[in-house]
């Protein structure tokens, strides 16, 4: 591979999961970004080929613990974190203390909700760094980019999140629709759930079938909650389910809102202008919807709005990789933003399909 | 194979689709049925296993003609109609004119809208046997069992319908749930788009990835909006949604709806009342939700509610295959019927997990 | 479900997997089979239908620890047992020590090897029931029916040994090809490998992709060393390469051969003269080769015979369901043998395609 | 997207079809190459986002006839021809002698053979372009660089064909296996079929199970004899069966070769040193095994050695993305060695897993 004009010095800390993976892949090819630190606790001292075997042709730092970590002599300019939830907030409170011009780019759920209150409300404990917490900045990053451009933490949007918030923001914000009565139906490629081995997410298990899951209570609900409410000025709690389809990536949201005083081709419009400027958000003519495979491994979010029969009603059908802007991509992007890099520097990648 | 106590002469018309190929596989285990003949327009002459070689080690007729067929000489107990839509209705016509002891099960959507202006608006031309639409029973079995046992000729529903219509008449009958308030997301398997050669239905068009189509305007419609209006005693009109699934069969709906009254127990009470003697409708426990695979290639239809978290508001998870129950095993339930046998005779396989 | 004449009481031990899951399947079906023991030790006190939602409709014994079972109060006609290899020589040996009646047909590799030097040297310890693994006849149906008639212990083939052995020994036997040029490259579905948790078997691990595994070295190897050489009358070793293909049932064997004299048309006659009766065995036409899918859920092998373009050689290719012919359907199958009713009983079902 | 340094101007005739599809998406984000030619007859006027939605968001040439390009105005540096079998060699002929400069890759089968009497005998009627089929390069690049380099039309080879020759020409030229002794036993994703609508390609055709093809007679032979007979310095014909896998991209050949004095151990070696300067071709370590998936959408060859346990056989297992460096990533290569450009420009992507 040609040589590369290096400039920032980067640590991974959970290389070897999916998102982990998913990150690696995308810092190969970024032509400032220079893989440092590559940490994974239970695989400590294997290559990134052992538990990754597309890496193999590709000369990538050995895996190491995170406890031996030495951070200011590290001197690393970004630190994404793709670890479990709960351990990251010890890990990034310690490292920010230690490493003071390291930024950090979360890509766990640990520091999105910016209401201490609703943290503990949903995952059953206080937080570990509150001050972190009030601090860091919800990376979403067409709506925050100016935030995330000075900010040291960034907490880097679920997946779902992601491909929801962006349809649903712009006409929140512009009172478009009923806040009261939207309806999010999410598909997600198997990808979301992670690596880790449960029984539930073998090939045989998932294969050939769709089901439901976490219906009527999934995590991701406080996140969209906090993210619309802010949106609409106003308290908002959607109904969300979230589905399970037998592909490695890809999430699908079919949304059913209606519209206050705006016509579907309105809320098409509204979105159209939002996104007119940006690069990873491409807003399909009305009537047409997009489909998973078509934003398969690029950064891409393509959005569609029709017409319901009934009138008054819309349904926006939004897309992305939800290892890709839906996680690992959208935190490339965000380093690009905080670094001062081109935002799609190391992104460019077309989607890959068939 | 063991000998079978063969009574009824069945003519399978259109063997060489999916569903007829489903009706072939059902029927060669019904103790009662003997299929004497098969008709593929286009593979006349071929065998069946030429056209599915699963049927290879099996006796079966020749394909033939449709034009060709002594409707008076075969003296078939049923015909069981798997066609492209159009063609079905001249055929059936001829058919029922010839064969005066003939019962019909129509597979296609021909005869399903029982309002001539309704099949003419929706299918863009007015039908070709108005006697016999009027005549029709809409075979959902479960609904309209003592029509379907006196029927001549009964039009067995859509899969989608079949879906959503076992999850909802119940409830719109009592007058349980708000009748404008209803949203229907619907993912199919591939095998519901048939088997025509169609580009989009390509093995690399159609994996790896999900998308909604029909969006805002799909046939199944027009019999939901019939059926759901005949259970409501009034006008009701959905939001309906359907999807692609990289899977073979299947199909979930994920149906979101709005209690009168009745919270999200009341509604799984009163499913679960009105299918208790059913054996091809299972009810789930309060908040269990089912998945398309725990119904392959069975009769079955799985149902389960859930409380949304939004207060009055519910959802509904209903399962079933889209070959079996959504197609020809409602099909030979209906036939059972017609012909006086035990309701589950040859549709007492279970599911194909994994 | 009609009512079945009921005469045999079955006992599965291990019904948590997916060979027991398949037993559970077809005996639920089966006219003269009663389930009466299902045990699963991690699942103890579950219902069947808490771990295969699919049986949620059926009346079937709670999972119960194999520990406490009475064997001589049970008095099993007939125990499967689908345990992980080692447990299964101990519960066997108890379990045929109590019950002086039950039949054992057992699902695992721990008595397929009649030789206690060649089981210590692929499984690194000395049998623990060597006078039993003498005893136990291998079963596969259509080579030993008559050893089957009449055996207590049946020690059921391997999923990728019935596929290959039941397309070389009629040929080994008549030494129609060169024992010492053959070459099995097979490929099965992701079942073969188990429920059990692995990361290696994730969906996203498996999906969209192939790979071989076990190269150059696979257990199954000295079941086929066995069979091939009592059929050859010497010592035969092959050569044979697993694969792993994303799909959940089947089994592909490509198998390259050479005549000994006999054309490839004088091995597919040899083939079809040999399983010219046999109803789960079925010989395409020369030149016509199967596919797994045509096989699936059903209990057939498909086998067909083409001339390599190379002179004197011949590519043979088998197929089967790896959980119905390849595990389950065959422990039925030897079941109906041993217990005297007609081979098919309960194994009628068509292959489920699409 | 970043401005590029444009210097080649590039045409790809038959855009519509995956290969087509490949190219686009790799050449979109070559930093020296411009798209300004796009042909697709049955296609001509729609936009490339009309037929593959993936490139919605970028600017590229509206689709045109091949009959009214102007291939001397156009002045393309580099047509790259992704045509069906049979009209390419029209219009190739056409092109090179109305465009002097402009270089051609030619994705089919027509100019792969050399020997106008191979390629009669194979296409059953003789060659259109005898003299170009003259001058033809044969475009593995890794074997025949120094030619490419030179060559104005390049006959780019096979997708099965690169995959089994990278790994066996380097052993037949070193005389280390005996060419009489080669089994190769190939398994391809569903795109290698390409786009053309058939109803043996359609999703609920082909998922979910395995199948050969070709078995026996398959026209990549004619290729593979070529080439391994030019290797070895004599005539050679090995055995060849392909086979359809349920994923989009990929092939494994698993292949089986005995060594002549040259142990396993010593082909890895001579693999290894033949490919330790190519940065597309990964040899593996001694008895590991490659997955297609882990060259997804990337140009890597993964090849691996494994000892057979038969004395001096043994198994070579070389995987590859039949579209990438099967097909059109190998194109590029050779495009970027034909124009002086670093060989791997453009073609740095990381492969896509999970």
Same mark, same amino acid.
Do not use: C, N
């Given at each position: 591979m040609p040589a590369k004009e290096k400039t920032a010095k980067i640590g991974v800390l959970g290389a070897s999961g999916y998102t982990g993976a998913e990150l690696v892949r995308l810092l190969l090819r #970024? $032509?400032?970004?220079? *893989?440092v630190l590559l940490t994974a606790d239970r695989r400590?001292?294997?290559?990134?080929a052992d538990v990754f075997?597309?890496?193999? $042709?590709y000369a990538l730092p050995t895996l190491t613990l995170i &406890? =031996? @970590?030495?951070w200011k002599a590290l001197g690393l300019d970004v630190a994404f974190c793709a670890l479990p939830h709960g351990t990251t907030q010890k890990v990034i409170k310690d490292l920010m203390a230690r490493a003071a011009r390291t930024k950090v780019i979360d890509l766990? /759920? &640990?520091?999105? !909700? /910016?209401d201490p209150a609703a943290y503990a409300r949903w995952y059953g404990h206080d937080h570990f760094a509150p001050e972190l917490q009030k601090s @860091?900045?919800? %990376?979403l990053t067409e709506i925050y980019r100016a935030k995330v451009k000075t900010a040291r933490l960034v907490a880097n949007p679920g997946c779902y999140t992601t491909c929801a918030e962006l349809a649903l923001i712009p006409l929140l914000k512009s009172k @478009? *629709?009923? $806040? &009261?009565e939207i309806v999010i139906d999410a598909k997600s490629g198997?990808? =979301?759930? =992670?690596? /880790? @081995?449960?029984e539930e997410m073998l090939f045989s298990e998932v294969s050939e079938g769709i089901h439901a899951y =976490?219906? %009527?209570? #999934?995590? #991701?609900m406080a996140e969209l909650d906090q993210e619309f409410s802010l949106a609409a000025g106003r308290n908002v709690v959607v109904t969300f389910t979230p589905h399970l389809v037998p592909m490695n990536r890809g999430i699908l949201s079919t949304i059913y809102v209606r519209g206050l005083k705006a016509s579907p081709q309105d809320l098409h419009a509204l979105l159209l202008k939002s996104y007119s400027?940006? !690069?990873?958000v491409h807003v399909l003519p009305f009537g047409a919807t997009p489909q998973t495979r078509h934003v398969r491994g690029s950064n891409m979010t393509f959005m569609g709005v029709v017409a319901d029969r009934i009138s008054g009603r819309a349904i926006i059908v939004s897309a992305l990789d939800n290892l890709t802007k839906g996680a690992s991509g959208q935190a490339v992007q965000n380093m690009n933003v905080m670094l001062g890099f081109p935002e799609t520097m190391g992104l460019e990648q077309v989607a890959l399909f068939p």
């Open positions: #970024h $032509p400032r970004a220079d *893989i400590a001292g294997k290559s990134m075997a597309q890496f193999s $042709p &406890d =031996g @970590a030495d766990s /759920a &640990d520091f999105r !909700l /910016a @860091a900045v919800y %990376g @478009a *629709i009923d $806040p &009261d198997m990808t =979301g759930a =992670g690596r /880790a @081995a449960k =976490g219906v %009527g209570h #999934h995590r #991701h400027k940006e !690069l990873f």
